[in-house]
């Protein structure tokens, strides 16, 4: 292989070609590096590129697989990876793709960034969002859009879609991803990636911008499943500054994931394989139950009656603790500021208005609205109360059904991606983008989206949900399928 194509590589082959020093981390960035700068114009995955910094880090990581010093390697050594821009990284600009944290510097790490340092995981820089994580298509950065490899004129998903471009694309060897109601698992479907929303509370959310508190998870893309349960095994744990991660056991992944799939039922939800779903969707999925089945899959038709009611749930919930989280963006404590303006300040709320609604996007301002509106006093217990009821209901249903089953399979997307521009005038329409993807983020389940075929040139994935903590079934079933079919190895020609 050729040092400008190491890029290519997984995490799995890289570490191997490291370890037998084939090929050295310096030489692995810099086909990463290069990558970036051929294909971003194009596509705007990356809002900050760290190539210096990323360079020495590469480096030293080098001199320490040479040398050994006395200790065991880190596991992922040297491997070049991108982040989401709403996970907080010391010393680099953390936008969360809005104006108003335009200049912000982040004063430490997140959890999940110092396991990936402590693991020897070298940061090439930050990636492209929806503002906030608000959205399903990567339409609403205040950076410009995120452009779909496979088709330009296409949205990448959201809002996780700087990450899942970047890995399709090789930019690098993983990223990193928030997912609240399918915000990673969205567009790896729409881009053909491997997408992982682990468990609520098996990573650490300590160093995220908050979104909606009670669904964010910090999760990844990757290019493989099997590279997924490597990334996982590293990023997993409990951890003292989140009092939401649990200590539950970390199954060894990658020993587990080889196991055959003989015996192993999976459940299919009816409310999931409807009528709306695209004819083409609908085989790719079709013909991934089949090889499914060759491998020894049993399935089994099952109902979850209030998946009618995820999104409805969702969009109560979520917009409600969007307007409490980003309270705390009031022009005064960091961030854009309208204090500057003197002559147009005459009073506290002229600095908090002018400083929101210079820095937020519309779309984030709809959600501030809606939450505020569901929060108030006369509409709280009637909406919020309410959604929080039904939100019970879902997660008790799921847990229910998953007691009959080792996991579920339902399509990501009820279809691939659409042009850009086509629903961002509708945002009932983009709301309703998420229909099968919330009901696990409400229940707080691990789910994960791989690729299953194509639909006119544009990849489909498939969503397997897993019982609370059960990651490792959900890598032993993706790994099996994609032992079997070649659909996460179709590279992109852009």
Known sequence: MQKSELNKLTIKQAIEKLNNKEITSVELTEACLARIKEVDNKINACLTVCEEQVLVEAKKADEIRQTGQGWETPPLLGIPYLVKDNILTRGIKTTAGSKILENYIAPYDATIIKKLKQAGAVLLGKVNMDEFAHGASTENSAFGVTHNPWNLECVAGGSSGGSAVAVVTDMCLFALGTDTGGSIRYPASFCGVTGLKPTY???????????????????????????????????????????????????????????????????????????????????????????????????????????????????????SEISSNLARFDGIKYGLSAMEEKNNIHSLFDIYAKSRGKGFGAETKRRIMLGTYALS???????????????????????????????????????VAFKIGSKSQDPLKMYLEDIFVTGASLAGLPAISIPCGFDNNMPVGLQLIGKRFDEAILFRIGYNFQEATDWHLKKVEI
Do not use: W
Not at 388 to 411: A, S
């Open 201 to 319: 509370g098996r990573s650490s959310r300590f160093g995220l911008i908050s979104m909606t508190s009670s669904t964010d998870v910090p999760g990844l893309i990757t290019k493989t499943v099997e590279d997924a349960a490597i990334i996982l095994s590293v990023i997993a744990g409990v951890d003292k500054n989140d009092a939401t991660t649990v200590k539950e056991k970390i199954d060894d992944y990658q020993k587990l994931i080889k196991q055959d799939l003989h015996g192993l039922k999976v459940g299919l939800p009816k409310e999931y394989f409807i009528e709306g779903v695209d004819k083409g969707v609908k085989q790719a999925v079709e013909q991934a139950i089949e090889e499914f089945k060759k491998l020894g899959v049993k399935f089994v038709k099952v109902s979850l009656p209030h998946t009618a009611y995820g999104v409805p749930v969702y969009y109560i919930i979520t917009p």
């Open 377 to 415: 006093a006369g509409y709280y217990d009637a909406y919020y109360i309410q959604a929080q009821k039904v939100r019970t209901k879902i997660k008790q249903e799921m847990d229910k059904v998953l007691e009959q089953v080792d996991c579920l399979l339902t399509p990501t997307a009820p279809h």
